[in-house]
């Protein structure tokens, strides 16, 4: 985490070695959208000292490397992209039986993840809402439900290697966040060969290619609701974006192109001294 990263800083400079400083979503952004001047403060103070002293920066995504290389003035050559990976022999597509009447999200339970929003956006569709994942909302998020009397159906936590076979049973993935940085639940649910939907913002807007592998919707529970009607009333629309969602992760992000990559950073920074 970087909030630790002092550690490797001072061990670089005690042994002489160079420094990467990878992270897989930026601190002082989501403090910054979550409203959180004084964490906002601090993880700025900590980056700045991480990333003015790395050799090498690695971030998931072309908004981070922006982010980075604007606001501390670190250099492109310095900025390298190594996207999350995901195991696409284990999330793959079965011949696992589909719900017909309800789809599925995957993650935790916060304010981020806009999940009042998806909830309300069930009112007036046939459809249900299963949830896996907890977190601080969980309470409020079943009252909500229970009172709109829309089926939610919040499953809790279940161990990542069962979620292939969980995203199997579902024709649809949605992620309405307010903001990401490389979701992944998104990535496994495109690589079991899911329809996926999710909102037009930082971190989901570079996975998602609008009406091509999947469909990108505005924050709003109107907007959520308009796109799970469109996906889950037309078999056939759903049915070549979940292909084309697993083409996109296996081509972009499997396992064997982000070792890639790695081993390229790697042989990158170690020519630096």
Request: aromatic share 8%; charged share 25%.
């Amino acid at each position: 985490q970087i909030n630790g990263s002092w550690t490797a800083v001072l061990a670089s400079k005690l042994y002489g070695k160079p420094l990467v400083v990878r992270t897989g979503w930026t601190w002082s952004r989501f403090r910054l959208k979550s409203n959180n001047p004084v964490l906002y403060r601090l993880a700025s103070l900590i980056e700045r000292m991480a990333y003015r002293n790395a050799d090498a920066v690695v971030v998931t995504t072309q908004d981070d490397a922006d982010y980075i290389s604007n606001r501390y003035r670190k250099s492109a050559d310095k900025l390298m992209i190594v996207p999350n990976y995901v195991d696409t022999d284990m999330f793959s597509v079965t011949d696992k039986h589909k719900y017909d009447d309800k789809f599925v999200f995957v993650g935790r339970l916060t304010e981020q993840k806009n999940l009042k929003n998806l909830i309300l956006a069930l009112q007036g569709l046939p459809y249900g809402l299963d949830i896996y994942g907890d977190g601080d909302m969980q309470e409020e998020l079943a009252q909500l439900a229970g009172s709109l009397k829309v089926r939610v159906d919040l499953k809790g936590n279940v161990p990542n290697s069962e979620l292939p076979e969980i995203l199997n049973q579902y024709p649809l993935f949605v992620l309405p966040s307010f903001y990401e940085g490389m979701p992944k639940a998104l990535l496994e649910a495109m690589s079991c060969g899911c329809a996926v939907i999710g909102t037009d913002v930082d971190g989901i807007r570079g996975l998602i290619r609008d009406g091509v592998n999947g469909i990108l919707c505005n924050t709003t529970h109107e907007s959520i609701r308009s796109a799970i009607e469109k996906v889950m009333k037309d078999n056939e629309l759903m049915e070549r974006l979940g292909k084309q969602a697993r083409s996109f992760v296996v081509e972009n992000y499997s396992l064997e192109n982000v070792i890639a990559d790695e081993i390229n950073v790697h042989k990158k920074v170690c020519n630096v001294r």
